[in-house]
């Protein structure tokens, strides 16, 4: 004999048989307004209007707990739909899911609007700074702080990096929302682009062949930071290739602290200045081809190793190619060459319009 039983018919079921325009919406996964109206041990009851009761119970409790714990009788929270065919036949209400699903969306909202928000910094690691917002852990990329907060480092040494950024700890930004996926509970921000629209007013005064008097602010392997002398708001970057015609390993071999020098705009683009100090020196490639000829013998120094070989020091404007190819490796080459020893080598190929002197050890 087979046995069936019949499903009980909750009354929230009949209810949305028999009043489907009243419930059409309400539906999981909707954000409704629920006052408190009951506490037990391990079930809380909110009255949801014309929605008729809901309940929470079960993890959706336990996540709620601290929540829960601060209401008091007939206050109105936000709560999120579950089911609506719950335990007791109750609409199933998740308030920790309510309260995440609102910081999104407060987080989209600020997005969209392109709001600059300021938050507390409430941690660091080497690869940037970590704030709250609305509850959310959200991650400001070093490449997204303003200049002035930039970690100016040598040799992009990781453990220095993060002692610069631990110093903005307990500092408030000001920034504004790169990116965010709730799915993923990614929440990117950016202080750069907080500061932009401001930059972009105040650099609206300057164009690209400018020449202005700056006051080098800061030093990092890839460049010098440099702010207008009567505009200290506006800092620039003359970045290492900018510095000067002849090779350069490290920026302090050109610039130092607080000295000051003329700089010429090469770009300004969403208020972000670029700078050549380059751009005022005499070219000394221009008469390459009078100083040296290919063929003839010149002595110089080892300036540094690269995977193609050596950069060998000519003098002072110049630097010449010696190719690893012709020790058939970099640890040999480095066996034979010494630093601070002169050599004599002989120039296989001048090539001034591309700065390039290729030379062959004399042996």
Same mark, same amino acid.
């Given at each position: 004999?087979?046995? %069936?039983?019949?499903?009980?018919?909750?009354?929230?079921?009949?209810?949305?048989? #028999?009043?489907?325009?009243?419930?059409?919406?309400?539906?999981?996964?909707?954000?409704?307004?629920?006052?408190?109206?009951?506490?037990? +041990?391990?079930? @809380?009851?909110?009255?949801?209007?014309?929605?008729? %009761?809901?309940?929470?119970?079960?993890?959706?409790?336990?996540?709620?707990?601290?929540?829960?714990?601060?209401?008091?009788?007939?206050?109105? /929270?936000?709560?999120?739909? /579950?089911?609506?065919?719950?335990?007791?036949g109750l609409v199933e209400l998740s308030l920790a899911g309510a309260h995440r699903q609102k910081n999104w969306q407060e987080i989209k909202d600020a997005r969209d609007t392109n709001e600059a928000i300021t938050l507390k910094i409430? +941690?660091?690691?080497?690869?940037?700074?970590?704030?709250?917002?609305?509850?959310?852990?959200?991650?400001?990329? @070093?490449?997204?702080?303003? #200049?002035?907060?930039?970690?100016?480092?040598?040799?992009?040494?990781?453990?220095?990096?993060?002692?610069?950024?631990?110093?903005?700890?307990?500092?408030?930004?000001?920034?504004?929302?790169?990116?965010?996926?709730?799915?993923?509970?990614?929440?990117?921000?950016?202080?750069?682009?907080?500061?932009?629209?401001?930059?972009?007013?105040? @650099?609206?005064?300057?164009k690209v062949g400018d020449l202005v008097d700056v006051i080098v602010s800061g030093v990092a392997d890839f460049g010098a930071f440099v702010r207008f002398t009567d505009n200290p708001a506006i800092e620039g970057l003359i970045h290492?290739?900018?510095?000067?015609?002849?090779?350069?390993?490290?920026?302090?071999? $050109? /610039?130092?602290?607080?000295?000051?020098?003329?700089?010429?705009?090469?770009?300004?683009?969403?208020?972000?200045?670029?700078?050549?100090?380059?751009?005022?020196?005499?070219?000394?490639?221009?008469?390459?081809?009078?100083?040296?000829? =290919?063929?003839?013998? /010149?002595?110089?120094?080892?300036?540094?190793?690269?995977?193609?070989?050596?950069?060998?020091?000519?003098?002072?404007?110049?630097?010449?190619?010696?190719?690893?190819?012709?020790?058939?490796? $970099?640890?040999?080459?480095?066996?034979?060459?010494?630093?601070?020893?002169?050599?004599?080598?002989?120039?296989?190929?001048?090539?001034? =319009? =591309?700065?390039? $002197?290729?030379?062959?050890?004399?042996?």
């Open positions: 004999m087979i046995i %069936t039983t019949k499903k009980t018919i909750s009354p929230m079921a009949n209810l949305i048989k #028999s009043e489907t325009d009243l419930i059409s919406f309400l539906k999981p996964g909707d954000l409704a307004e629920a006052k408190l109206l009951k506490r037990t +041990g391990r079930k @809380v009851y909110f009255d949801l209007g014309k929605f008729g %009761t809901g309940i929470v119970y079960g993890i959706e409790l336990q996540n709620a707990k601290s929540l829960i714990r601060n209401f008091e009788m007939g206050q109105a /929270v936000s709560a999120k739909v /579950v089911d609506l065919d719950g335990e007791e409430t +941690g660091a690691n080497s690869g940037g700074l970590i704030a709250d917002m609305s509850g959310m852990k959200a991650f400001l990329p @070093v490449s997204q702080l303003a #200049s002035n907060h930039y970690p100016r480092v040598q040799d992009a040494d990781k453990s220095k990096i993060l002692e610069e950024l631990k110093k903005l700890v307990g500092e408030e930004l000001k920034v504004k929302i790169l990116d965010f996926n709730p799915r993923l509970n990614k929440l990117i921000i950016s202080e750069k682009e907080a500061i932009g629209q401001n930059m972009k007013e105040l @650099v609206a005064a300057y290492i290739s900018e510095l000067d015609h002849k090779l350069i390993e490290n920026p302090k071999e $050109i /610039v130092k602290v607080d000295e000051a020098i003329k700089a010429k705009i090469i770009d300004i683009k969403d208020g972000q200045v670029s700078l050549s100090l380059k751009a005022l020196k005499e070219n000394p490639w221009d008469k390459a081809g009078e100083k040296f000829k =290919e063929g003839e013998e /010149v002595s110089g120094k080892l300036y540094k190793f690269n995977p193609f070989g050596a950069y060998i020091s000519l003098d002072n404007d110049f630097h010449g190619l010696l190719h690893v190819s012709e020790f058939g490796s $970099i640890e040999e080459m480095k066996k034979q060459l010494e630093p601070d020893k002169k050599y004599q080598f002989t120039i296989e190929s001048l090539r001034p =319009e =591309e700065k390039r $002197i290729i030379l062959k050890l004399k042996k």
